[in-house]
Nanobody
């Protein structure tokens, strides 16, 4: 069982930056690939980024590539999403996730979810 808790959301102006953190409980954190999804009002939850168990491989949605960076620290049971050059379209609730399946962008492939943290980008 893995419990995930996000933090770091907030209100920021367009062009600004935020760093989201996700703290995981349990001793099996390094057994999971970790990811971030987001859900804007009236829209489906969408994939944002993922990082492999070791942290050596990452991949991103095209909409955030070059602006967002995912990372992890297995010693701290945590992973992160650095978001730069934010735009109003990035406004959403952001969820951290854990999966045993690599290279998947479908929500059903992720086993554990955090409660979400709101990110609002003003124009």
């Amino acid at each position: 069982q893995v419990q995930l808790v996000e933090s770091g959301g907030g209100l920021v102006q367009a062009g600004g930056s935020l760093r989201l953190s996700c703290a995981a409980s349990g001793r099996t954190f390094s057994s999971y690939h970790m990811g971030w999804f987001r859900q804007a009002p009236g829209k489906e939850r969408e994939f944002v980024a993922a990082i492999s168990k070791s942290g050596s491989t990452t991949y991103y949605a095209d909409s955030v590539k070059g602006r967002f960076t995912i990372s992890r620290d297995n010693a701290k049971n945590s992973h992160y999403l650095q978001m730069n050059s934010l735009i109003p379209e990035d406004t959403a609730v952001y969820y951290c996730t854990a999966s045993r399946v690599w290279m998947t962008i479908t929500t059903s492939s992720y086993d554990y979810w955090g409660q979400g943290t709101q990110v609002t980008v003003s124009s």
